[in-house]
């Protein structure tokens, strides 16, 4: 499939679930950060875009999507990816995605989810890292506000993917931890 590359002004993704029936869970709206034509994260969508958003009549358009892969026998979680241009379009589906998405999983835990490039350094690279987060009092546990490391691709030194939760402000702190781990 070949589309138009459009000047990306806001991403965002809807999110739903079909059930065995074909019935439709709406489980709502989420902001994209993208980089290049990589994920990297998620987060509540801006008032004015909800607000663009209802007045386009936006979750109607997403709504028939779903009943279309419902028809098609498809159920299972759903995420329609979906993006305004610089020029002010409104791009409603840009990609359909049949599986559980990280911003789905964002959606449902009601948190910022987040990819960042990290410098690895060694082996045991995850469990150094939540115990410097614990140490410096910055792991999401217990209701604490904080960074929970969720998932990384293969951390094979010098780099990896890590996907994490941030409960309340402090994402902007694991870059330094991750560059004391890394040794930088």
């Not at 990290?118 to 115990?131: M, P, Q």
């Not at 780099?159 to 330094?176: H, K």
């Amino acid at each position: 499939m070949v589309q138009p590359l459009y000047e990306r002004s806001d991403d965002f993704a809807a999110h739903l679930t079909i059930d065995p029936e074909g019935e439709l869970v709406w489980h709502g709206v989420r902001q994209i950060l993208n980089v290049g034509h990589s994920y990297r994260g998620s987060s509540s969508p801006t008032p004015q875009l909800m607000q663009r958003l209802d007045r386009a009549e936006y979750r109607a358009c997403v709504e028939a999507v779903a009943r279309a892969a419902a028809a098609e026998g498809y159920h299972g979680p759903l995420s329609v990816d979906s993006m305004t241009t610089a020029s002010g379009e409104l791009i409603p589906v840009l990609e359909v995605n049949a599986r559980l998405s990280p911003g789905m999983i964002a959606q449902q835990l009601g948190v910022r989810l987040r990819l960042a490039f990290v410098r690895v350094g060694g082996d045991d690279y995850f469990e150094r890292l939540v115990h410097l987060l614990d140490d410096a009092g910055r792991l999401a546990t217990s209701g604490r506000d904080g960074i929970l490391p969720l998932a990384a691709s293969t951390l094979v030194p010098p780099r990896g993917w890590l996907f994490y939760a941030v409960f309340g402000e402090a994402d902007a702190e694991l870059g330094e931890i991750t560059e004391t781990l890394s040794g930088h």
